[in-house]
């Protein structure tokens, strides 16, 4: 399938902004907050008012590329947590008033599907619509969706996407299991912080993806996923998907992976790297956008952006290579626990399909 | 590739296993009652639908095999989950074979611990065992851990209608090719998040809901889960299928977060896709489990929708007024009810209706009703934020 359009709120200046690498931002501390826009013209001040981060991230990356592409054939959204803000909100009141009288916008936004819920309501849209919520391979399943009714034929174009927020209660409970550092950490030094714990990023992707492509069209080939998976399954995992894709492991130009500074969870990069990467171009994410569960869709902007804008910042790169980059894989885990691998090319250098 | 369910397990508030829930559809005994163990300051004020066994007993049942930070939703998903893998005779290595996908599906997850969540959220506790047990997803975690899966895993939330997707995905996947089996379902327990969410927009009842009845007053929470076991045509063999997934439909009603449109938009573009892709026409469905929540706007639009797609609208009744709606879990469990209509020929009478909604003259079925030769059941899930998902099993 094939990226038309992309749009994306993060870290970093990305918002309708194609030069974000050229000024990328450092972070000082745990929490990595999205660069947001006034969402001017995009959603009533009405509504903008009562809506949580999560939902107003999503329409606000969503709607510009709806009523750009016209009727799309279904919306896919990945999300590990939705509008977790809310959630929490409602819950504390439930707890705070003893179960009074309560409002019900909390609750109704609280819900994961909102936002493929709001999307479809506001551009009348009645094609297919799900939300997939699986914590670390949210976005994976939603790509995998895609990929099944883009390939069967049910769809031409779809939009597909993922939202996830930093909410003081989620990054509470993450705080109190050990998931963020102890030690105040600088974005730029994350990669090589060699300490316990990560830092807490969030962000909204949506991309348009076609059946079909368009000239410079970026293809994401495949996708696949593993949870509590040995070493060796995650290595017989990328050697499965390579072959199926009639590739080899050099073909594959640049890696990018999901390095967060953990050093109880990073060796599974390095080892991966090591076993099967050794003279490729290895790049980073996590230190522009931070860790959350649905980050492997900022990873497949970065690789869009890399492949067909060659864009190229010395934030992300890990290890050089003088490769020219026609296919990129991301390989990214949550936690150590679910696993993923992205496989994306560049359709104009390659003979490629679907 | 054609799908069949060769496995099923449930446990509801009608039963701790498949056979249970089967015995009390037949001799139509309702689960609804005033709630023996969920604690809410609504407990008295509303009736629920409870699985009969607390935690304590739920945990002697279950093999846990080592996992930690369990919840009422993981130990209800672990139990239907065994029953329906050992229903189906599927052995570990294919449970863990990474052509056997798991997809899961649920609205409350973990939430149903709600005050340890308050405490830990506002860190109020020094408890960390639950730390990693409140997302939709945890209960799939969980069983991914003992079971060892590495296939593909996913979890669906589109509220009320999520395992009816979870049940469409894992089809769609074995035709993709990208599995040879699924496990396919969802859960969710009764929690203080859902009763005050549902209370905030009015629609619990404190009677037994009453679907498809003029002077129905709202649903009753229910809790439950439900899990079956889809394999391709390849590698059945000579097992024992109780029927194929010959359909599905998904569509956004795209008019309210919390409401349907009059004219059941999303309704009839669902059930439509349902029969086509099951190639078949509306006359051919034998008999629909609907979703008949027993709200004043579900019922009205479901019948507006049956009006339109159906020339004779066929022997209908919503099993809610069994179970109660169990959300997350709904979708899974009316498919197995559905699935038991194909196999036993009898279509589960809708209780407590006495009259019909305003001018439409339309009944839901009252009594057992027995039929040879049934082909095809619809079952029907609709969710807030305009989900729906019409499911079609076909008999095997």
Known sequence: MFIKDILSISPQDTYNNHNYWYNVKTYIGNKLSCIEPSYDGIIKPSQLRRMGKALRMGIGCGLPLLDKHGKVDGIIIGTSEGGLEDCIKFLNQIVDYDEGTLTPTNFMQSTPNALSGHLALITGNTNYNITHVNKGLSFENALIDAQMLLQDGSANVLLVGSVEEISDYNYNIEQSANQYKKVECRSNELIHSNTEGTVCGEGAVMFVLSSQPENGSICIKDVDAITFPEESELLDLCKNMLRRNGIVTNDIDGVIVGLNGDIRTDHWYTNFISSLFSDQTIYTYKNLVGEYPTSASFAVKLAHDILKNNMICPEIIFKNSNRAQKNILIYNHFKGVQHSLILISDINSSNESL | ?396
């Not at chain 2, 609504?42 to 080592?66: C, H, K, P, Q, W």
């Not at chain 2, 479901?302 to 609208?313: A, H, N």
């Not at chain 2, 009744?317 to 196999?343: M, N, P, Q, R």
């Open chain 2, 1 to 396: 590739m054609e799908v069949f369910i060769t496995g099923m397990g449930c446990v509801t508030p009608i039963g701790n296993n498949k056979h249970e829930n089967l015995t009390s559809l037949t001799e139509s005994k309702s689960g609804l009652k005033k709630p023996a163990i969920f604690q809410s300051k609504y407990a008295s004020d509303f009736i629920f639908g409870e699985v009969d066994m607390d935690n304590t007993a739920l945990l002697s049942l279950v093999d846990i095999n080592g996992l930690t930070g369990l919840t009422r939703t993981d130990l209800l998903a672990l139990m239907a989950f065994d029953e329906a893998i050992n229903d189906a005779g599927l052995s570990r290595e294919e449970v863990s074979s990474n052509k056997t996908a798991f997809i899961s599906a649920s609205t409350v997850g973990g939430m149903c611990l709600t005050n340890q969540l308050y405490d830990d959220s506002n860190l109020k506790s020094n408890t960390t065992e639950f730390l990693e047990s409140y997302s939709g997803s945890a209960h799939a975690q969980q069983i991914c851990k003992k079971y060892r899966i590495k296939g593909l895993v996913n979890v669906i939330n589109t509220a009320c209608s999520s395992s009816a997707n979870a049940i469409a995905y894992g089809t769609r996947l074995i035709k993709a090719g990208r599995a040879t089996r699924a496990v396919v379902g969802g859960v969710d327990s009764l929690s203080k998040y859902t009763v005050n969410g549902f209370n905030s927009l009015q629609i619990l009842s404190n009677d037994k809901c009453t679907p498809f009845d003029e002077n129905r007053k709202g649903l009753n929470l229910g809790e439950a889960a439900g899990y079956l076991v889809l394999e391709a045509a390849n590698v059945v063999a000579k097992k024992n299928c109780y029927a194929k997934v010959a359909g599905y439909g998904n569509s956004n009603d795209a008019f309210h977060p919390s409401s349907m449109s009059d004219h059941a938009k999303g309704i009839t573009i669902a059930i439509n896709k349902a029969l086509e892709a099951a190639n078949i026409s509306s006359a051919d469905i034998d008999y629909i489990n609907a979703h008949g929540t027993g709200t004043q706007n579900n019922d009205l639009i479901e019948l507006t929708g049956f009006k339109t797609i159906f020339e004779t609208i066929p022997p209908f009744s919503s099993t809610k007024s069994y179970i109660g709606h169990t959300l997350g879990a709904a979708g899974a469990v009316e498919a197995i009810y559905s699935v038991f209509s194909l196999i036993e020929g009898d279509f589960y009478p809708n209780l407590n209706f006495n009259t019909p909604i305003g001018d439409l003259n339309v009944l839901p079925i009252t009594e057992v009703v027995h039929k040879k030769n049934v082909r095809y059941v619809m079952s029907n899930s609709y969710g807030f934020s305009g989900n729906c998902t019409s499911l079609i099993f076909e008999k095997a």
